[in-house]
């Protein structure tokens, strides 16, 4: 393994995920290597002069309104859906690619993510739906256990949603736009109302609200007022 092949790997994958996944990516490895160079296994470590962050400190990518309408125009109908619930809901792509009936409640105004398929597995997320998502959930018709499903039934996987996104955004000229950057847009679009951040928390489903803070400089005015 060289310098080269991992500066290499880390250009490549950045062109999909953040610098923090990659990060997490190749951190088990480098501190492998820098473990094994204490042991006087290898005399050196493809990693030197190689940053990796992990914590996420880079620019969050989120939609304005305009780059919204774009992203829309270009997709096809079905993407189309999945782009406009992730953005009214904020759900992380497993669960907006996984959505299932039985998460709908209050007459299909509410969703009720569970414990057990949330990140942290800690505590259930509950979004109340705007209009335009309860509308685009109902109108899919009950055809088994998942809200979004092929026209041969069978339920959408991640990798496929995910990569049709991608390829929409580039189509679009919307550099570094993924599935994820909808559940940012959410998030980001709640700070930026000036919504208390437990609340955005709360409704993102953060474990920590560290996690919450780095949208927290979307609303300077909102803080400026609370000074």
Do not use: C
Request: charge should be positive.
């Amino acid at each position: 393994l060289s310098n080269k092949t991992v500066e290499d790997y880390l250009t490549e994958r950045l062109h999909t995920v953040t610098l923090a996944t990659v990060s997490k990516e190749l951190g088990v490895l480098k501190s492998a290597y820098a473990r094994a160079m204490r042991w006087d296994w290898v005399s050196t470590t493809p990693f030197r002069g190689i940053a990796l962050n992990q914590e996420g400190e880079e620019r969050v990518r989120w939609l304005t309104d305009d780059e919204e309408a774009q992203l829309l125009a270009t997709a096809a109908p079905w993407l189309r859906e999945f782009i406009l619930v992730g953005l009214d809901t904020g759900l992380r792509r497993s669960n907006l690619v996984g959505l299932q009936w039985s998460w709908l409640h209050d007459h299909g105004t509410v969703l009720v993510v569970p414990r057990q398929v949330v990140k942290a597995k800690k505590a259930t997320v509950m979004i109340p739906l705007t209009t335009r998502a309860a509308t685009i959930i109902q109108r899919q018709g009950r055809q088994g256990l998942h809200v979004f499903t092929q026209a041969d039934g069978q339920a959408y996987s991640v990798d496929q949603v995910g990569m049709a996104v991608i390829r929409t955004a580039k189509q679009a000229q919307l550099p570094g736009v993924s599935l994820h950057t909808l559940r940012h847009t959410f998030i980001s679009r709640l700070v930026q109302e000036g919504r208390p951040l437990p609340e955005v928390a709360a409704l993102a489903g953060h474990r920590d609200i560290k996690m919450t803070l780095r949208y927290a400089h979307l609303a300077p005015s909102h803080l400026r007022a609370g000074i």
